[in-house]
Structure formats: structure tokens, C-alpha cells
């Protein structure tokens, strides 16, 4: 099966939310290569267990991608279509198994010496994709553990220069317990 030949009947495995993203964004799905459309629906068929942070950068780069006129997104894709698999890889049930198809995709291309041109094709692909203009403003902790090693800390500076670092917690949680 090539990605031209994707149904809605063709999701029937997939989570009901898996399954409605995929029919919304069936058009762009097919018109993918198959050397990547798998790569979406890895990320499409995981979708109930991710943060919705994830679930609305899918969202965005399928949106991007489905906006772009026709010969920019060919242009784009081109690469992608190049590389050669063997008959067997698109013999494989890559819909229902994305996961595999992705990791014998990896073999494939390593043994035939076509990984740089992979990869050369889908940074070119996502780097089409502008950066959203986030002013959201994201909460990051990071606990280290007694006796963690923070000699090297020219990492934890740059963090502290943006927020606030606290040292010896332990001794609060201590004071809490009577």
C-alpha cells in the first residue's frame, strides 16, 4: 500500500482521537512519501498519551503543511520521494504498525547509504515549518538528589539567571515534620 491509497477504514485500529486527526489531516497523509507518512502516523497513533503541548504541534505542523501551496510542499517533498525502499517495506502493514515500519526504515536506509539524504530531506522539511510565536511563559524544575555532582555547574547558572534556585530543600521538608 503507498500513502495515495489511505482511507478512513484505513485508521479502524487507532484510538477514536488518533483516528479523527488522521482523517482530518487524511488529504495531507496522502500526499506524503512513504519513506516519511509513517513517521506521521507514529506520532498521530500516540496521540491520546501526549501533553497537549504535543498534541497542538502536530496539529500545527500538519497545518502548516496542508497551507503550503502545492509546488512548494512537491518541492519540499521531492527528496523524500527519491529514496528508494525495497518492495517488501511497502508491503509491510505500516499503518497499523507504524513503529516498525520507522525502525526497519532506519536499517534500510543505513544499509543502502541513504540515510544523510534522509535526513538532509526531512530537516529541510521541518525547517519549512516556522517556529510559532509562543509567549507562554513554561515552568521547569529540576531536582538534583543529595550528593549530586554540581561542580560542572555553568548549566545550573544560566538556569538560576532565569528564575529562582533554591538549595537544601531537604532541610524545609525536616522543619514541616514534628
Request: charged share 20%.
Amino acid at each position: 500500500m503507498s500513502p495515495d491509497q489511505l482511507q478512513e477504514e484505513s485508521f479502524s485500529t487507532y484510538s477514536p482521537v488518533a483516528r479523527a486527526f488522521a482523517v482530518q489531516h487524511l488529504a495531507l497523509l496522502r500526499r506524503l512519501p512513504l519513506s516519511i507518512c509513517p513517521s506521521f502516523l507514529v506520532q498521530i497513533s500516540s496521540l491520546d498519551t501526549c501533553f497537549p503541548t504535543e498534541r497542538s504541534f502536530l496539529q500545527r505542523q500538519c497545518a502548516v503543511l496542508e497551507a503550503m501551496q502545492r509546488g512548494e510542499l512537491d518541492s519540499l517533498l521531492a527528496p523524500m520521494r527519491s529514496i528508494t525502499l525495497p518492495p517488501e517495506m511497502s508491503a509491510m502493514n505500516w499503518v497499523k504498525a507504524p513503529e516498525l515500519f520507522v525502525e526497519r526504515l532506519s536499517e534500510v536506509l543505513w544499509a543502502s547509504g541513504q540515510i544523510n539524504g534522509f535526513h538532509q530531506a526531512s530537516r529541510a522539511l521541518f525547517a519549512a515549518i516556522p517556529d510559532p510565536a509562543d509567549g507562554r511563559e513554561r515552568l521547569l524544575l529540576i531536582a538534583l538528589g543529595r550528593g549530586a555532582d554540581t561542580s560542572r555547574s555553568s548549566l545550573l547558572k544560566k538556569l538560576a539567571r532565569q528564575g529562582l534556585r533554591l538549595e537544601a530543600l531537604h532541610r524545609l521538608g525536616a522543619r514541616g515534620r514534628a
